[in-house]
């Protein structure tokens, strides 16, 4: 069964950067697919970014494209989301989720971890 802990969240400024990990436990990490989530106060989960098993695809919701890039280290069993040029908008719990697949899909997940608060002041 695999388990997924996200760290790294935080209180930083609009401008600022941050970096997420989300260690993966369980079966060896480079069989699942991964991807990250967050979610503001008052709406509903979103996608922000996803990652091949093999880390050569990677995707990413508009509103984040150049600012935010997903990576992973199967070697070390982490999955990172690197943040830069962070705003007021990007502030919410990050979720890290793991899937059967070579890649995320809605019919695929099968873990979330507990998430971590990004907060960006401005």
């Known amino acids: 069964q695999v388990q997924l802990i996200e760290s790294g969240g935080g209180l930083v400024q609009a401008g600022d950067s941050l970096t997420l990990a989300c260690a993966i436990s369980g079966r060896t990490s480079s069989a699942y697919a991964m991807g990250w989530f967050r979610q503001a106060p008052g709406k509903e989960r979103e996608f922000v970014a996803r990652i091949s098993q093999s880390g050569r695809s990677t995707n990413y919701r508009d509103s984040v494209k150049g600012r935010f890039t997903i990576s992973r280290d199967n070697a070390k069993n982490t999955v990172y989301l690197q943040m830069n040029s962070l705003k007021s908008e990007d502030t919410a719990v990050y979720y890290c989720?793991?899937?059967?697949?070579?890649?995320?899909?809605?019919?695929?997940?099968?873990?979330w971890g507990q998430g971590t608060l990004v907060t960006v002041s401005s």
């Open positions: 989720a793991a899937g059967n697949g070579v890649i995320l899909t809605d019919s695929n997940f099968i873990a």
